[in-house]
């Protein structure tokens, strides 16, 4: 094995957002212990999976803007004596915006982080009350400043520009068309390189989840929204923003590097409390316990089938709009992509795709109804 992409789950938040499903425990402080366990997993799973040197890494969460200054130097210290960083490699950290203080941004600089992902979800104060985000409107100006005067520009240690990422969320309680487009146009003028827009889902067993079906809250006409966000990536790809996956845009050369190892089903090393990887046909998940994961290393493992593999496969790259790269696919697989011919077919035919001697990918129209062409791909890989 060669170069493998790094994923460092950190996952604790001071307060959980109303619509998150994902992984996390409240707490306001994160132990040494955890920093510890993660050097020791990521030596282990070097070890096991041969890893020569870290592609890309991405710390997300959870909210890794919690860990302390000597924890993220403990982490990024203890990372790099395991496996020497690609040359160029891309490094991302999460950040709540509110957690954002020059000497963070000075201190991921010195670690070699190169990108900062931020969780902006809107610039109106009620929905991100709504939903229990701790920033407001003031906070998230003010960080955005910040980021502008500290962050942006070239890193003295990698002669590479700093780049900057914000999530944005469609369809958030009390949000009007008015105020979503505010929304995309300050993001627009903030200094980001790089958007990920998505649409709100609501998700089972969450709070967001149950006071809407108790009648607590109300939501944007799920028409509406889809056409706001349609509108909206008009917007983005009039300023410079490519969409290059469903949910994200980034000017030239921004892609993030680490999210296309997953849209291309690239091996990757996830460590932490609830964390997966994927290395070849061999996958992994830690145990979502803080405590199984510190103290008994638990994990589930699955060797995955070759249907299953061509299914994912599929389905990861027809995300994004380079969609399947014919050659690989042959390469990885021994046979030709002519099993889903009559599928793409009829998406050509409907002006939903295109094909190349190169690629098969749905078009942006054809990304709206993605998972109606995943119910159709997986009957026929099945």
């Known amino acids: 094995m060669a170069d493998v992409s790094l994923y460092v789950h950190i996952p604790f938040c001071k307060s959980k957002c109303a619509y998150c499903d994902f992984f996390s425990v409240e707490k306001n402080e994160i132990e040494n212990l955890y920093i510890?366990?993660?050097?020791?997993e990521a030596e282990r799973r070097a070890v096991q999976f041969d890893v020569s040197e870290w592609k890309t890494i991405y710390i997300g969460g959870g909210t890794p803007s919690l860990l302390k200054e000597n924890q993220i130097e403990l982490l990024f210290s203890g990372l790099n004596k395991i496996c020497p960083v690609a040359e160029n490699a891309e490094i991302t950290f999460e950040c709540n915006p509110d957690d954002i203080t020059k000497e963070l941004l000075n201190q991921l600089k010195n670690c070699g982080v190169n990108r900062l992902s931020v969780g902006i979800q809107s610039m109106a104060d009620v929905p991100l009350k709504i939903v229990n985000r701790r920033a407001g409107r003031k906070e998230n100006l003010e960080e955005i400043e910040l980021i502008n005067k500290f962050w942006l520009g070239k890193n003295e240690l990698t002669a590479k520009k700093n780049r900057f990422s914000v999530d944005l969320i469609c369809g958030l309680p009390n949000q009007t068309c008015e105020s979503f487009f505010k929304d995309i146009d300050e993001i627009i003028k903030s200094g980001v390189d790089h958007i990920s827009l998505y649409s709100l889902i609501l998700e089972e067993n969450t709070p967001l989840y149950n006071y809407v079906k108790m009648g607590k809250i109300n939501l944007p006409d799920d028409d509406e929204a889809s056409l706001w966000w349609i509108n909206a990536r008009n917007i983005l790809e009039k300023n410079g923003f490519e969409q290059y996956e469903v949910s994200n845009f980034a000017k030239k050369h921004c892609k993030s590097e680490h999210n296309l190892t997953y849209w291309r089903m690239q091996p990757y090393v996830g460590i932490g409390a609830g964390a997966t990887g994927t290395v070849n046909d061999f996958r992994y998940t830690n145990s979502n316990s803080i405590q199984e994961w510190l103290y008994d290393n638990l994990e589930e493992c699955e060797t995955l089938s070759i249907s299953t593999q061509k299914f994912e496969y599929l389905m990861m790259c027809f995300r994004t709009l380079e969609g399947v790269d014919?050659?690989?696919?042959?390469?990885?697989?021994?046979?030709?992509?002519?099993?889903?011919?009559?599928?793409?077919?009829?998406?050509?035919?409907?002006?939903?795709a295109v094909k190349s001697k190169k690629n098969y990918a749905l078009n942006k129209k054809g990304l709206l109804f993605l998972n109606r062409f995943l119910d159709e791909l997986l009957n026929i890989i099945e």
Do not use: H, M, Q, T
């Not at 510890?36 to 020791?40: F, M, Q, Y």
């Open 36 to 40: 510890e366990k993660l050097i020791a």
């Open 326 to 352: 014919v050659f690989e696919f042959e390469k990885r697989f021994g046979e030709s992509i002519n099993v889903i011919e009559p599928l793409f077919s009829k998406w050509l035919k409907k002006g939903l």
